[in-house]
């Protein structure tokens, strides 16, 4: 295990020319976090963020949004005390109370629910980006409520419940030690920095001559860089993957004293890519079989070989198998556990997640309440829920209804698909509280908002949720009005509603608590720059693999238990040219959701003008010809239609992906807009999609929110 002492970087002359008054090194939280920063202060505020070069994770560099940083914190429309609904949901209409007042009503609520209803009637949320969930499982798992609403079910979540299924933990690219050829699936890391990975590095490894192949239906900067691009049809990923093993298998390409010795079900997988040759394949996915190929055989014959995978593939009804079909690539190609490959990174000796969110002190009959019950089993297995289970608990009260809501950092009117739902749901609920840092259309909504503090302004433990083997101290910059933090809160109210024997009396015992298995606390962390893990390579040829045989598991001996099929196979999307061809004659385009831009996090940072100015409407992807035949021009508003309603966005001509795609952005609310709900409804492109079980992947219940048809033409004047 390796801890830094913490060492000013040479910023001296920097803070002399400027007039800063000093610098704090912190950790930034604007996406998925990760990198070090140092914070200038000047007159007790921030005045600049730059990289931290001493940090391993980002050397120093910082994309927009942590630059962007500096004006949220200080933003105008910032909310900086509690604030109570005084009209109607969605008015607008608000009035000012204290923390006292707030957190006594939240607690009183709560009790009440719990005790005419049932602990479940109660659902704690989250969402993406703010480190928070090792305290709300906690809190929830205590209150006795199995219902914990996240973007689990199709995002990270899904990797993670895979990978342990299949090889005990996440496999991390090790871009540290330079792999030969890098695979980027369904990811745009140089734009959007995911989970545990920064563009940073992978760049590096180009420069350093690795080969890249490029898997995405768009010509991105990545693919445009690529030595093989393979631009599949949207949703047809598990039927490439499945197709490149055909070639690896038939040909003789994989790890043969891997797969001899550390693989469990290799027969029934060949059998299972058979079924896959590259004919079939070429037709599902529109990618020339020869192309196929050519990736296949550099992948298994250049090593160390590392694949990139991003969410794209997790949002879709073959989530699961897209993951696993990944996976088998990883794992027959040697390049599991292995320098430069794919490393089951060990974190340092601390209280993980699961522990700190005290699982198992959810009791067995409550687990068994979790709404959902067995519909998705993998998905159950690590305590993630589908969202539309809890719309329908409170719309329909079944299986029972749903009272209360407790949504912190999620916007799901904004993120969720079959929006239209998810706000009838929000506007019927009895009592909702939101914790954010803005009034933001799910805020809108709520009886009781609370001011979340940002990462400048909280002590936190950074990345201890990831599998990169590293841990970084979050060091408190600034105080804004009364916001605080998820963890403070939590902790606070806790107290207030018998929880209080296991937690602190503030939160930095709880900090303690995380690291007291090192014999350190958080004070002595503060004084150091990081803490990485011990870093070994091929554990498993000592232990094996954390899996039910110990091995690395092609066939899914707990698939086969929860009665899925324990091979990865390929499902046609529910709406596309092949599955609903009626339906296509009259939405002849697929439609691709959730574009990245640089300087927004989902519904995120649309208010900060510094990231506004980059990216000022929300817009859509279409071919050239696409556009001709359509009568659209360059810069137009054009409405996006599905079967389920309509959006408009403007467009944007992109000649780098097939004619029959249409791609538009996520995350779109308008806050300058004066009517409460900041137009909602006008962009928003989950309003478009669907979000009916028998759409969603069978065992982890991933919403099909990334592929289905639409129709577009231009809006009328």
């Known amino acids: 295990m390796t801890k830094t002492k913490f060492t000013y970087a040479n910023t001296a002359r920097e803070m002399e020319v400027y007039g800063y008054d000093s610098m704090?090194?912190?950790?930034?939280?604007?996406?998925?976090?990760?990198?070090?920063?140092?914070a200038y202060l000047k007159d007790g505020k921030v005045a600049k963020i730059a990289g931290d070069p001493d940090c391993p994770i980002n050397h120093g560099t910082l994309?927009?949004?942590?630059?962007?940083?500096?004006?949220?914190?200080?933003?105008?429309?910032?909310?900086?005390?509690?604030?109570?609904?005084?009209?109607?949901?969605?008015?607008?209409?608000?009035?000012?109370?204290?923390?006292?007042?707030?957190?006594?009503?939240?607690?009183?609520?709560?009790?009440?629910?719990?005790?005419?209803?049932?602990?479940?009637?109660?659902?704690?949320?989250y969402g993406t980006g703010r480190e928070n969930e090792a305290v709300i499982y906690r809190f929830a798992n205590l209150l006795g409520t199995p219902n914990v609403l996240?973007?689990?079910?199709?995002c990270y979540g899904p990797r993670l419940a895979t990978t342990?299924?299949?090889?005990?933990?996440?496999?991390?690219?090790?871009?540290?030690?330079?792999?030969?050829?890098?695979?980027?699936?369904?990811?745009?890391?140089?734009?959007?920095?995911?989970?545990?990975?920064?563009?940073?590095?992978?760049?590096?490894?180009?420069?350093?001559?690795?080969?890249?192949?490029?898997?995405?239906?768009?010509?991105t900067r990545i693919a445009a860089r690529a030595d093989v691009w393979l631009p599949l049809r949207p949703g047809s990923d598990t039927a490439l993957a499945l197709g490149m093993l055909n070639v690896i298998v038939n040909e003789g390409l994989y790890d043969k004293d891997f797969v001899d010795n550390h693989v469990h079900g290799?027969?029934?997988?060949?059998?299972?890519?058979?079924?896959?040759?590259?004919?079939?394949?070429?037709?599902?996915?529109?990618?020339?079989?020869?192309?196929?190929?050519?990736?296949?055989?550099?992948?298994?014959?250049?090593?160390?070989?590392?694949?990139?995978?991003?969410?794209?593939?997790?949002?879709?009804?073959?989530?699961?198998?897209?993951?696993?079909?990944?996976?088998?690539?990883?794992?027959?190609?040697?390049?599991?556990?292995?320098?430069?490959?794919?490393?089951?990174?060990?974190?340092?000796?601390?209280?993980?997640?699961?522990?700190?969110?005290?699982?198992?002190?959810?009791?067995?009959?409550?687990?068994?309440?979790?709404?959902?019950?067995?519909?998705?089993?993998?998905?159950?297995?690590?305590a993630i829920i589908n969202p539309k289970c809890v719309w329908d608990a409170i719309l329909d009260e079944t299986p029972y209804p749903v009272k209360m809501l407790f949504l912190i950092s999620s916007?799901?009117?904004?993120?969720?698909?079959?929006?239209?739902?998810?706000?009838?749901?929000?506007?019927?609920?009895?009592?909702?509280?939101?914790?954010?840092?803005?009034?933001?259309?799910?805020?809108?909504?709520?009886?009781?908002?609370?001011?979340?503090?940002?990462?400048?302004?909280?002590?936190?433990?950074g990345d201890f949720w990831k599998r990169h083997g590293y841990i970084l101290p979050r060091r408190k910059v600034v105080q804004v009005g009364e916001c605080r933090s998820d963890h403070e809160m939590l902790n606070d109210l806790a107290h207030r509603v018998g929880q209080g024997e296991h937690w602190w009396e503030t939160f930095e015992g709880g900090l303690d608590y995380i690291l007291e298995p090192m014999g350190i606390t958080w004070q002595e962390f503060k004084t150091m720059e990081y803490i990485r893990g011990e870093l070994t390579y091929e554990k498993y040829k000592e232990h094996g693999f954390s899996t039910p045989t110990k091995k690395f598991e092609l066939y899914s001996t707990l698939l086969e238990k929860w009665n899925y099929d324990p091979l990865p196979q390929f499902r046609e999307p529910p709406e596309s040219p092949y599955s609903t061809p009626e339906l296509f004659e009259d939405f002849p385009y697929i439609l691709i959701t959730g574009r990245r831009q640089p300087g927004f996090f989902h519904s995120e940072n649309r208010q900060l003008p510094w990231?506004?100015?980059?990216?000022?409407?929300?817009?859509?992807?279409?071919?050239?010809?696409?556009?001709k035949k359509e009568g659209i021009l360059e810069g137009d508003w054009v409405i996006i239609e599905s079967p389920r309603g309509k959006v408009r966005q403007r467009?944007?001509?992109?000649?780098?992906?097939?004619?029959?795609?249409?791609?538009?952005?996520?995350?779109?609310?308008?806050?300058?807009?004066k009517d409460p709900l900041h137009g909602w409804d006008e962009s928003n492109i989950n309003i478009l999609t669907d979000n009916a079980y028998d759409t969603c992947d069978p065992a982890m219940g991933a919403t099909n929110v990334r592929t289905l048809l639409c129709k577009i033409y231009p809006e009328k004047s």
């Open 411 to 461: 916007n799901p009117v904004i993120t969720r698909a079959n929006a239209r739902q998810v706000y009838r749901a929000l506007e019927k609920t009895e009592f909702m509280v939101v914790s954010d840092f803005f009034l933001t259309p799910t805020a809108e909504l709520a009886d009781l908002v609370l001011p979340a503090a940002t990462w400048l302004e909280m002590d936190y433990i």
């Open 164 to 219: 342990i299924i299949t090889c005990g933990s996440n496999p991390i690219v090790d871009y540290e030690n330079y792999p030969r050829c890098i695979m980027v699936w369904g990811n745009n890391l140089v734009i959007s920095n995911p989970d545990c990975y920064k563009g940073e590095p992978f760049s590096r490894a180009l420069d350093a001559g690795a080969k890249l192949i490029a898997v995405d239906p768009r010509r």
């Open 611 to 627: 990231l506004r100015e980059l990216h000022k409407d929300p817009m859509v992807e279409i071919h050239p010809e696409t556009a």
């Open 63 to 125: 994309c927009s949004k942590g630059i962007g940083s500096l004006q949220l914190v200080y933003h105008p429309d910032r909310l900086t005390h509690p604030v109570q609904r005084t009209g109607p949901k969605g008015s607008g209409r608000w009035r000012q109370i204290s923390w006292d007042d707030a957190l006594d009503t939240i607690a009183e609520k709560i009790l009440h629910y719990k005790e005419s209803f049932g602990a479940e009637s109660i659902v704690m949320g």
């Open 24 to 38: 704090i090194k912190s950790h930034c939280r604007m996406c998925h976090g990760g990198c070090g920063v140092l």
């Open 150 to 154: 996240t973007a689990g079910h199709f």
């Open 651 to 673: 467009a944007k001509l992109f000649a780098g992906m097939d004619p029959r795609i249409v791609s538009a952005e996520h995350g779109w609310w308008f806050p300058e807009k």
């Open 266 to 382: 290799w027969a029934s997988f060949v059998e299972r890519v058979n079924e896959y040759p590259l004919s079939r394949v070429e037709q599902l996915t529109w990618v020339p079989k020869e192309k196929i190929r050519e990736a296949a055989v550099l992948f298994a014959t250049t090593k160390p070989a590392a694949i990139q995978w991003g969410v794209a593939i997790e949002q879709q009804i073959n989530c699961a198998d897209n993951n696993r079909a990944l996976l088998a690539l990883m794992g027959i190609t040697g390049n599991i556990d292995v320098r430069g490959g794919q490393v089951l990174f060990r974190p340092p000796k601390i209280r993980n997640v699961s522990q700190f969110g005290a699982h198992k002190m959810l009791p067995k009959e409550q687990a068994e309440k979790r709404l959902g019950g067995n519909r998705f089993r993998l998905a159950g297995n690590f």
